[in-house]
């Protein structure tokens, strides 16, 4: 891969210990999605103030799961799937409506997220490249991305939901390559930090992938 340094010393493989960690992340992480999954469906015909609720709530939640997981893994666990529940009834309006008029897109962004996360996943779990650096870069980038968004809001830009999405995919792709490289370095209080983190990766390249299969809009 382009990114590999090829002065990096020999390769550390994963401990027992790590691979162990690695699983448990996963299975944190499908566990969050399913109750994405039970929001969605609990909030597909709720009203857009509700909505406005559920995401405060789950901004609520990020804050809060950082300061937990240091001091109670239950309370920990317990924001990581309320984060899923709260983010799940935000987008059940939206899936809703995708579901009901080209449920095609939907499958397809699914289907686009699980290989996109596998491969830019499986290379940062790979790499010897230390990646916190193109993490500072991308976090820059992502600001930048939410600005060009707002500015979306007032100014009619050509293609501007295709460039939102592919330069999103882009800097969420650079996200998940680097919270894998997380998962294999951290320790197991870091488990459901990077679970949330990762989580969030797969929640974000699921839309932009829903905006590229269904033809360039943005809700």
């Not at 990114?3 to 992340?25: K, N």
């Not at 969050?32 to 709720?46: C, E, H, N, P, S």
């Not at 799940?88 to 686009?112: I, K, M, Y």
Request: glycine share 14%; with cysteine.
């Amino acid at each position: 891969m382009a990114f590999d340094d090829i002065t990096a010393g020999a390769r550390v493989e994963p401990s027992a210990d790590t691979r162990g960690l690695f699983g448990q992340v996963m299975g944190l992480v499908a566990v969050t999605i399913g109750f994405t999954a039970l929001g969605a469906y609990i909030g597909r015909d709720l009203s857009g103030a509700w909505g406005i609720a559920g995401f405060i709530g789950a901004l609520g939640c990020v804050v809060g799961l950082n300061a937990a997981s240091r001091r109670s893994e239950p309370l920990a666990l317990t924001l990581l799937f309320a984060l899923g529940l709260l983010l799940g009834l935000v987008l059940g309006p939206g899936l809703e409506a995708w579901l009901s008029t080209d449920p095609a897109a939907v499958w397809q962004a699914a289907g686009a997220t699980a290989l996109f996360i596998a491969a830019l996943g499986s290379y940062g779990w790979a790499t010897d490249r230390d990646l916190s650096g193109l993490a500072r870069g991308l976090f820059w980038a992502l600001l930048a991305l939410i600005v060009f968004g707002l500015i979306t809001l007032f100014v009619a830009i050509p293609g501007a939901n295709v460039i939102y999405a592919v330069v999103g995919l882009v800097v969420f792709g650079g996200f998940t390559a680097y919270d894998f490289q997380r998962l294999r370095r951290g320790g197991v209080d870091a488990a459901v930090p990077i679970a949330a983190s990762i989580f969030l990766d797969v929640l974000n390249v699921f839309q932009l992938f829903l905006t590229l299969f269904g033809g360039g809009s943005r809700d």
